[in-house]
């Protein structure tokens, strides 16, 4: 977006507070790593007769305020199912069906996880969790790919000949970073994997897609989707020249 002022200044120090309304588009949120970033500016000119042109600016972080009511696709809940037969020192075959009640959870909050497991193998067998994000990032045609654990965790044993359903409270880390799914140069994903230890075999495994949101907030709040977390302060010391947004525009989000 881009702004004109066609003001001359005359000599002395002018103060010029604004407003800007983001674009209501589907603009991904503020990242940053060694392998790309997404970068949010304010830039101010000032251009003087045979001079070059002054520049100042500064970054703010720029937060998606998605909720689980915005979007049908976080509703959907999701399901997987497995079997493997067992081989060399066990005998028998173990089956795993998961389900959770939606795609969507914000940071801090529980996922329900209920599995079906049907133990009919000669050992036991333990149900295991695991929390984990993707980084991919995209450029000149080629793929570049970074996971990284959130968290891992272990259920009861199921003995041999046993069938149980099993519900397991996974609580999302409050620190955890947001999905971005709405960026061409990069994603940030998350999955959910439920797997048997099956002693001397390969685990079998599902995977949930999960889409991580900003800590829940009340869905009736008027505010618009997208928010300013932060801003550098202007570098010429004069900032409690600037009054406070609310000083002009009446309300303040």
């Given at each position: 977006m881009t702004f004109k002022g066609n003001d001359i200044i005359d000599r002395g120090c002018h103060v010029y507070p604004f407003t800007f309304q983001i674009p209501a588009e589907d603009l991904p949120s503020s990242f940053k790593s060694s392998s790309g970033k997404i970068v949010y500016k304010v830039e101010a000119i000032l251009k003087r007769s045979l001079k070059v042109d002054s520049k100042a600016k500064a970054h703010f972080t720029l937060v998606h305020n998605g909720t689980i009511h915005s979007d049908l696709m976080l509703k959907a809940p999701q399901y997987g199912n497995t079997e493997k037969k067992?081989?060399?020192f066990s005998s028998g075959a173990v089956a795993l069906d998961v389900n959770i009640e939606r795609t969507g959870y914000h940071q801090g909050e529980g996922i329900k996880v209920v599995a079906y497991i049907q133990n009919?193998?000669?050992?036991?067998?333990k149900p295991k969790y695991h929390l984990y994000e993707k980084r991919s990032y995209f450029a000149k045609g080629r793929r570049k790919t970074r996971t990284t654990?959130?968290?891992?965790?272990?259920?009861?044993?199921?003995?041999?000949?046993?069938?149980?359903?099993?519900?397991?409270?996974?609580?999302?880390?409050?620190?955890?970073?947001?999905s971005i799914l709405n960026c061409k140069i990069l994603k940030r994903e998350h999955r959910l994997r439920v797997s048997l230890d099956?002693?001397?075999?390969?685990?079998?495994?599902?995977?949930?897609p999960i889409v991580i949101l900003q800590a829940s907030q009340d869905p009736d709040d008027a505010c618009p989707q997208y928010s300013v977390l932060s801003a550098l302060p202007p570098a010429n010391g004069i900032a409690g020249m600037y009054p406070s947004l609310t000083d002009f525009n009446g309300s303040s989000c």
């Open positions: 067992m081989k060399l009919s193998s000669s050992r036991d067998i654990d959130i968290l891992k965790e272990v259920g009861d044993a199921v003995p041999p000949s046993a069938g149980q359903a099993v519900t397991r409270i996974i609580t999302i880390p409050p620190a955890t970073h947001a099956v002693k001397y075999a390969s685990d079998p495994e599902i995977k949930l």
